[in-house]
């Protein structure tokens, strides 16, 4: 049989311990609680609602409408259906007159004529040997250019009289010139030989040389512009040339 005071006892224990389990447990939320940051809005106060003021809301005299000019006003067209919003006239403004700006006509271009097509018989004409010996160009005479001078070291000079330079040979035969000198200038030149042992050959001497006499008479010198198609002739030329002012030199 069981003793009633010790369950009365056994009880109370129980229920001593289930209290402060629910103290201790109270306890730990309150702590929670109060760590969380509470966000709460303060309750904004009622803005006042403001008071009229009588004079204030006195009603403005109206405004006195503007006085309607009839002659600066722009008078509209009357619509139609092709027109159906007509434009208001505005004042024309004159454009000055436009002039054709004149253009220079373009520069016509000279004709060029083509060489003569040869024959196969006329070019083996052209490299068959020619018979004979040419004759000598006739001598060429003239004035020097203002200012032109003859390239000499200081102090030499060209002795008057007529000079012959040596025999100049080339692929296409031999080359030889007198020069006559005049004042100590040169003034006049002729060719005593030149390549003719085939008929081109002929006629590129016949092309080159006079051209080249009168440039060394104008420029005073052996160094002239080479003729085109004569290069190996207008070579031979210069250093012909340069040899017989050699032979003119004089200290």
């Given at each position: 049989?069981?003793?009633?005071?010790?369950?009365s006892?056994?009880g109370?224990?129980?229920?001593?311990?289930?209290?402060v389990?629910?103290s201790?447990?109270?306890?730990?939320?309150?702590?929670?609680?109060?760590?969380?940051?509470?966000?709460?809005m303060?309750?904004?106060?009622?803005?006042?609602?403001?008071?009229?003021?009588?004079?204030?809301?006195?009603?403005?005299?109206?405004?006195e409408?503007?006085?309607l000019?009839v002659?600066a006003?722009?008078?509209?067209?009357?619509?139609?259906?092709a027109?159906?919003?007509?434009?208001p006239?505005?004042?024309?403004?004159?454009?000055?007159?436009q002039?054709?700006?004149p253009?220079?006509?373009e520069?016509?271009?000279?004709?060029?004529?083509?060489?003569?097509?040869?024959?196969?018989?006329?070019?083996?004409?052209?490299?068959?040997?020619?018979?004979?010996a040419?004759?000598?160009?006739?001598?060429?005479?003239?004035?020097?250019?203002a200012?032109?001078?003859?390239?000499?070291?200081?102090?030499?000079?060209?002795?008057?009289?007529?000079?012959?330079?040596?025999?100049h040979?080339?692929?296409?035969?031999?080359?030889?010139?007198?020069?006559?000198?005049?004042?100590?200038?040169?003034?006049?030149?002729?060719?005593?030989?030149?390549?003719?042992?085939?008929?081109?050959?002929?006629?590129l001497?016949?092309?080159?040389?006079?051209?080249?006499?009168?440039?060394?008479?104008?420029n005073?010198?052996?160094?002239?512009?080479?003729?085109?198609?004569?290069?190996?002739?207008?070579?031979?030329?210069?250093d012909?040339v340069?040899?017989?002012?050699?032979?003119?030199?004089?200290?």
């Amino acid at each position: 049989m069981l003793n009633p005071r010790r369950d009365s006892l056994a009880g109370k224990l129980l229920l001593s311990s289930a209290l402060v389990a629910v103290s201790l447990a109270y306890g730990w939320w309150q702590a929670r609680e109060v760590k969380r940051p509470v966000m709460a809005m303060a309750p904004m106060p009622p803005k006042p609602m403001p008071v009229p003021d009588p004079a204030a809301v006195a009603p403005a005299a109206p405004a006195e409408p503007a006085p309607l000019d009839v002659a600066a006003a722009p008078v509209a067209a009357p619509a139609t259906a092709a027109n159906p919003v007509a434009a208001p006239k505005t004042a024309a403004v004159a454009k000055a007159p436009q002039t054709a700006t004149p253009t220079a006509p373009e520069p016509q271009q000279a004709a060029v004529t083509p060489p003569p097509t040869l024959t196969p018989q006329q070019a083996l004409q052209m490299y068959v040997p020619m018979e004979g010996a040419s004759p000598a160009f006739p001598p060429v005479s003239g004035s020097p250019d203002a200012g032109a001078v003859a390239p000499l070291p200081a102090g030499m000079h060209l002795a008057d009289g007529d000079f012959v330079s040596d025999r100049h040979t080339l692929m296409w035969g031999d080359l030889r010139v007198r020069i006559s000198i005049q004042g100590g200038a040169i003034r006049g030149m002729q060719v005593l030989q030149f390549p003719d042992h085939r008929s081109q050959s002929l006629y590129l001497s016949q092309l080159a040389l006079p051209v080249l006499q009168s440039e060394v008479i104008k420029n005073q010198k052996a160094q002239v512009d080479v003729v085109s198609s004569a290069t190996d002739t207008s070579y031979t030329f210069q250093d012909a040339v340069a040899d017989a002012i050699t032979k003119a030199t004089r200290g």
